[in-house]
């Protein structure tokens, strides 16, 4: 059964870099034709996709992101360590939030547990 | 951008009645649309994609009707376990998605 796990520091200081990485467990990441993606969600809030990126074949890692993110968001494939990477730069308080990661089919139908993100000095 | 509009904010209903649910595309979004529920503390749960086909191991008594722009999620009948958030999302702009601000089903 394939499984997602997010992992990274729950706590980044404002203008830093968020950096969490999504472990895919049960199936590989580079035989799989799907996009894997990255969806947060602020307190009390509802969800926002960040980006997504495709894993297999000659077109693996390929990335596609939310216009209004697209400046400070890098996300980045490791076929060797079946993962995918999340990386936010420039950080404010309004990126605190659950990051989420999701395979999409499409329709997001595999997800992680969440983690959150809380940015602060 | 697509926006997604949800309506109502708030669903209250009782355990066995029926519930519907309304999300609006922007922009005609053909039969690109998913349906998702979330409760509190959990990661969202694909519910319907392709606006009417239900997800693996979701039950009967949910089902998804529309294209273009409007759209519908149907609970037959509500079960005590189907209180929760659901949000549609809309992946007819690829490579761009968007989720609908969601809708509170409470008692």
């Known amino acids: 059964q394939l499984q997602l796990q997010e992992s990274g520091p729950g706590l980044v200081k404002p203008s830093e870099t968020l950096s969490l990485t999504c472990t895919v467990s049960g199936g590989s990441i580079s035989t799989s034709r799907y996009y894997w993606g990255w969806i947060r969600q602020p307190p009390g809030k509802g969800l926002e996709w960040i980006g997504s990126?495709?894993?297999?074949?000659?077109?693996?890692?390929?990335?596609y992101y939310n216009p209004s993110l697209k400046s400070r968001v890098t996300i980045s494939v490791d076929t060797s360590k079946n993962h995918f990477s999340l990386k936010l730069n420039s950080v404010t308080a309004a990126d605190t939030a659950v990051y989420y990661c999701a395979r999409r089919d499409p329709g997001m139908d595999v997800w992680g547990q969440g983690t959150t993100v809380t940015v602060s000095s | 951008e697509i926006v997604m509009t949800q309506s109502p904010a708030t669903l209250s209903v009782s355990p066995g009645e029926r519930a519907t649910l309304s999300c609006r595309a922007s922009?005609?979004?053909?039969?690109?649309l998913a349906w998702y529920h979330q409760k509190p503390g959990q990661a969202p749960r694909l519910l319907i994609y392709?606006?009417?086909t239900r997800a693996t191991g979701i039950p009967a008594r949910f089902s998804g009707s529309g294209s273009g722009t409007e759209f519908t999620l149907t609970i037959s009948s509500l079960q005590s376990e189907d209180f929760a958030v659901y949000y549609c999302q809309q992946y007819h702009n690829w490579p761009t998605e968007t989720f609908g601000q969601g809708t509170k089903v409470e008692i």
């Open positions: 990126i495709y894993s297999s074949g000659s077109t693996s890692g390929s990335t």
């Open positions: 392709a606006a009417s």
């Open positions: 922009q005609s979004v053909g039969s690109n």
